[in-house]
């Protein structure tokens, strides 16, 4: 619980490193089942995870602050016997070498590009359905139309640290950015997977890294019409059956009409970037 609680900080840092590794040797032959979104994490209700999962995530979360976990990483996942666990543990080794050893958030992301483009609201997702992690259900254009989006792509069985939760936990630190500087910019998180996407699951997704939800940043999902949606945005994702099994990290900047005047696709979200390109479309 301490562990996804650390994922709601604003920035992370490398001083959490040693207390999540001495979290791991404590609990590691005795890992419990938990569930983040009831009360003391036992209940019956909510997505099933478990404490140490929880604290590699969170080690993942960490990024550049978290690579001198790495060794003690690489030497547990030759230990254990567990498959899960190894595939935990594999999973935060991965995360953290996507980044160089050294660097603040802006230096790792220095070369990243934002592309500029125009690209208006087609006229049939005018009446696309979406429905918040709250259940409200709307319009397209009656969320996105009148401020400046930010939208980014995401779904919650994504395996993969580096990918989905670290574009969520940036997209956190973008709010907070964003809310410093009494911007009323709104941002969207939308998922790939819809249908097993859910309100509950939307919700617990947010809070478990760390970003805000409220009237103007929301978590949302679409009711019909999806393949329309991953069109207009030219989104690059395949489905294997009903499930997500590839994507790209992708983040849009959509104007007061709702058409895409910008997009960052491949590299990971550029809090810096964003900003300036919506101050420019508000200037």
Same mark, same amino acid.
């Given at each position: 619980?301490?562990?996804?609680?650390?994922?709601?900080?604003?920035?992370?840092?490398?001083?959490?490193?040693?207390?999540?590794?001495?979290?791991?040797?404590?609990?590691?032959?005795?890992?419990?089942?938990?569930?983040?979104?009831?009360?003391?994490?036992?209940?019956?209700?909510?997505?099933?995870?478990?404490?140490?999962?929880?604290?590699? !995530? &969170?080690? =993942?979360?960490?990024?550049?602050?978290?690579?001198?976990?790495?060794? %003690? $990483?690489? @030497?547990? +996942?030759?230990?254990?016997?567990?498959?899960?666990?190894?595939?935990?543990?594999?999973?935060?080794?991965?995360?953290?070498?996507?980044?160089?050893?050294?660097?603040?958030?802006?230096?790792?992301?220095?070369?990243?590009?934002?592309?500029?483009?125009?690209?208006?609201?087609?006229?049939?997702?005018?009446?696309?359905?979406?429905?918040?992690?709250?259940?409200?259900?709307?319009?397209?254009?009656?969320?996105?139309?009148?401020?400046?989006?930010?939208?980014?792509?995401?779904?919650?069985?994504?395996?993969?640290?580096?990918?989905?939760?670290?574009?969520?936990?940036?997209?956190?630190?973008?709010?907070?950015?964003?809310?410093?500087?009494?911007?009323?910019? !709104? &941002?969207? =998180?939308?998922?790939?997977?819809?249908?097993?996407?859910?309100?509950? %699951? $939307?919700? @617990?997704? +947010?809070?478990?890294?760390?970003?805000?939800?409220?009237?103007?940043?929301?978590?949302?999902?679409?009711?019909?019409?999806?393949?329309?949606?991953?069109?207009?945005?030219?989104?690059?994702?395949?489905?294997?059956?009903?499930?997500?099994?590839?994507?790209?990290?992708?983040?849009?900047?959509?104007?007061?009409?709702?058409?895409?005047?910008?997009?960052?696709?491949?590299?990971?979200?550029?809090?810096?970037?964003?900003?300036?390109?919506?101050?420019?479309?508000?200037?």
């Amino acid at each position: 619980m301490a562990a996804a609680a650390l994922r709601k900080r604003p920035e992370p840092s490398s001083q959490f490193v040693e207390p999540l590794l001495e979290a791991i040797l404590y609990i590691r032959h005795r890992d419990d089942l938990i569930r983040l979104d009831t009360y003391g994490g036992y209940g019956d209700n909510g997505e099933a995870t478990t404490a140490l999962r929880e604290i590699l !995530r &969170t080690i =993942a979360w960490l990024g550049s602050c978290g690579r001198k976990a790495l060794p %003690r $990483l690489r @030497q547990l +996942a030759g230990e254990v016997n567990s498959e899960n666990l190894r595939s935990d543990l594999n999973n935060a080794i991965e995360a953290l070498e996507a980044y160089p050893s050294a660097g603040t958030e802006e230096e790792l992301d220095h070369g990243s590009t934002i592309t500029r483009l125009f690209q208006p609201l087609p006229s049939k997702l005018t009446q696309l359905r979406l429905q918040d992690q709250s259940g409200c259900t709307f319009l397209l254009p009656d969320f996105f139309r009148g401020q400046p989006t930010v939208v980014v792509f995401f779904f919650t069985r994504c395996g993969n640290p580096a990918k989905c939760p670290l574009t969520i936990s940036r997209l956190g630190r973008l709010q907070k950015r964003l809310k410093d500087m009494g911007s009323r910019v !709104r &941002t969207a =998180a939308i998922t790939y997977d819809p249908e097993y996407d859910e309100p509950r %699951r $939307l919700i @617990q997704y +947010a809070r478990s890294w760390g970003a805000q939800v409220d009237e103007n940043h929301r978590f949302l999902r679409t009711l019909d019409n999806h393949a329309s949606l991953r069109e207009f945005f030219e989104l690059g994702v395949s489905y294997g059956g009903t499930s997500v099994n590839q994507h790209q990290l992708e983040a849009f900047v959509l104007n007061a009409e709702c058409s895409i005047v910008g997009a960052v696709r491949r590299r990971r979200l550029d809090a810096s970037e964003i900003i300036a390109e919506i101050a420019e479309l508000m200037a």
